[in-house]
């Protein structure tokens, strides 16, 4: 194993600040004569942004339809004709159940039942004359009336139980019947007077 000289142990602390020197000394020459190379970073240009301003119309505005035109207020009249003292009395409701009541509608012959055991029977058969009219507007129907036959089988009072208005049918079986003679209603072998209803068809051929 290798032993230290004295001399070594002596020179130790001056070789150590030598050699300190020297490499301080060599990295500042280093810095000053050897040739140094820089790379060079080129920076992009910045894209630049353009902002497209944009304008925005105004909110077309609706315009309202005018509110409804107050009530006129009434004004003084410039008619000379007008009687100062016109007035308009109030209406009293409390007065309404002391008025007359309104006269009822006229009524029909009464008909007034007679019992009997046969019914009356027409002699000829009854043939209404159509109306023009109701032939041109193609009307059709049955017209329902009741006949009053007396007991010597003559037609005395005739009454629409069911008729068509306004067309001229319901005149029409009125005057045929009344046309038509008829043997009278026997009750007890007796004749008598009695109410009957008679249709009377209408129909185009």
Request: net charge negative; aromatic share 10%; no cysteine.
């Amino acid at each position: 194993m290798a032993q230290y000289t004295p001399q070594l142990k002596f020179n130790y602390a001056l070789v150590v600040r030598v050699s300190g020197l020297m490499g301080v000394l060599f990295i500042i020459s280093g810095f000053l004569f050897v040739p140094r190379s820089f790379t060079t970073f080129v920076l992009d240009e910045a894209q630049q942004i353009i902002i497209e301003q944009i304008d925005i119309p105004l909110t077309q505005q609706f315009d309202l339809p005018p509110p409804p035109a107050r009530p006129s207020v009434p004004i003084e009249s410039e008619d000379e004709d007008l009687a100062d003292d016109l007035t308009i009395e109030e209406t009293d409701l409390e007065s309404f159940v002391t008025w007359d009541a309104p006269p009822p509608p006229p009524e029909g012959p009464r008909v007034k039942f007679i019992p009997y055991d046969d019914p009356p029977y027409p002699l000829t058969q009854i043939r209404p004359k159509y109306p023009e009219i109701a032939q041109e507007a193609g009307i059709e129907g049955t017209v329902i009336v009741q006949v009053f036959v007396d007991k010597k089988g003559r037609v005395k009072e005739t009454l629409i139980l069911k008729g068509i208005p306004n067309t001229g049918l319901d005149e029409a079986a009125i005057e045929a019947i009344r046309k038509t003679r008829f043997r009278p209603a026997k009750q007890r072998e007796r004749s008598v007077g009695v109410w009957i209803s008679i249709p009377v068809n209408f129909r185009l051929k």
